[in-house]
């Protein structure tokens, strides 16, 4: 039996407008910029223009890396388990054999606005695959049907940040 999990439209389609509305105004304000410098040059008029270019291109980087991070789409099937990551453009196929278990967890985003509960999928060569409530369609069964494939339960995580990308607390390859 085949089961799907979509992901979710709503969060994302809102983030992909902000995405496109950001770079909208960005070329909006760098013709604005480049006409005004042809004019003639004031230096708080190049400051500004470069602070504002430079903070809409940094906030549309993060919420177009925040969309690709956590946009996935998952199928479980008899023995295999296949799921689409957009951040790598890529689907990794894995059969049943090679998950190791799963966690539940809770992802924050912001210091502690706000929070989503996730579930971690480890796999035996030591990569792992975080999955989000809102960006997941059907979460509430996913963990049913990881149960109904004898998937090992390894317990509850707390979010624990690394440098740059979160740290897992069941990854047999963590240092």
């Known amino acids: 039996m085949r089961k799907k999990f979509y992901p979710k439209i709503l969060f994302p389609g809102i983030k992909v407008a902000f995405i496109i509305g950001f770079v909208l105004l960005f070329f909006q304000a760098s013709k604005v910029f480049f006409i005004k410098m042809s004019l003639n040059f004031d230096f708080g008029f190049f400051l500004a223009a470069l602070f504002f270019i430079l903070f809409s291109g940094y906030f549309v980087f993060h919420l177009s890396y925040f969309f690709s991070f956590y946009f996935k789409y998952l199928v479980i099937e008899d023995k295999n388990l296949t799921i689409f990551e957009l951040n790598k453009f890529k689907f990794k196929k894995k059969t049943l054999d090679e998950i190791l278990g799963y966690s539940k967890s809770e992802v924050y985003f912001g210091k ?54 979160r740290q897992y607390k069941f990854n047999k390859n963590r240092k």
């Open 112 to 165: 502690y606005s706000w929070k989503s509960k996730s579930i971690v999928i480890y796999f035996k060569n030591g990569e792992t695959a975080e999955l989000v409530k809102v960006f997941l369609s059907n979460f509430d069964t996913l963990e049913e049907e990881l149960k109904r494939k004898k998937i090992k339960y390894l317990g509850f995580e707390d979010y624990q940040t690394g440098w740059f990308y």
